[in-house]
């Protein structure tokens, strides 16, 4: 990085004001056997993985990093007899509540069903995947929302993330939304990413049309999240947001120890040493921050 004096005096003033991303989120392992066919697993090219202690040793310096505050963790779905991603749940919670960090975990039904919901209990926040690949015409298993509250018993706020496609968009409707969103805490609309969609943009536009009567109470407009990627081609989000988030928001680690902003983008560095987080990334951190992005590359609408 230049030194101050070498800059323009905006430059300086950019760099004097920013802290760096909020949210660390770690891909601690690709082991899964769920096939999605949009996954980021699939998507992605990675190196060997890195034992569990990087991911460990790693959230130690998220806490002397600036700005971070908050560790996001995927957590995949093991083997028959396997226990990979449930080790990395154990261990990566501990080591973020001994650090002082709070922890989120986006994860799968059956993980909750099966490990039980107290596994997430220092789980500040945890998302459940839903989409057609898991859930055919969204038919949920009947015990799913009972699952949702005993996690909610457990202390995390619960979130459903929806993976949008063609055929979720036809069965989303307003009565089964309105139904999951008093059940569960909250319900993010995503779009898949490095994969080409089955669906148009206006087709995605029709359904926000649709579904508009929920944005408009006031109860239910922050329970209904629409993907932070979409949200710069979208009025009114637009409006509050011009351009992505991707360099403002979180850092992704991934398997391998790549790390990028957006976990779709072409890694910046690779960690060989996880005291290397900090400079790596304040130094990447405000270069990116001064690239403005206002339309995802990795959204592909189907042309009809």
Partial sequence: MPDM?????????????????????????????????????????????????????????????????????????????????????????????????????????????????????????????????????????????????????????????????????VHLTLPRLRRWLGLADQVNLLIPKHYTLDFSRQELLDLFERLAPLWEEPDRFFHLQVDSCIKPQVFPWNQLYPSCEWADEQINILPDGQACFCAMDKPFATLQDPKELPDVVQAAYVEQHQEGRSVCPFIEFADR
């Fill in 5 to 169: 004096s070498e800059q323009t005096e905006p430059q300086a003033q950019i760099e004097a004001t920013l802290d760096g991303p909020r949210v660390l989120t770690l891909y601690p392992t690709t082991c899964c056997i769920v096939e999605c066919a949009p996954c980021y697993l699939k998507s992605l090219e990675y190196g060997r993985e890195k034992p569990l202690q990087f991911f460990e040793e790693l959230i130690g310096e998220a806490a002397r990093t600036e700005g971070i505050r908050r560790i996001h963790l995927s957590i995949n779905v093991d083997p028959p007899g396997g226990d990979t991603n449930r080790r990395a749940l154990n261990v990566l919670s501990q080591a973020a509540r001994a650090a002082g960090l709070t922890m989120s975990a986006m994860t799968n039904y059956e993980n909750v069903r099966d490990w039980g919901a107290r596994e997430f209990a220092m789980c500040q926040h945890v998302s459940l995947s839903v989409d057609e690949y898991k859930f055919p015409r969204l038919r949920l298993p009947r015990d799913f929302f009972e699952q949702v509250t005993r996690l909610q018993a457990e202390g995390p706020v619960v979130s459903l993330n929806l993976l949008l496609s063609h055929r979720l968009l």
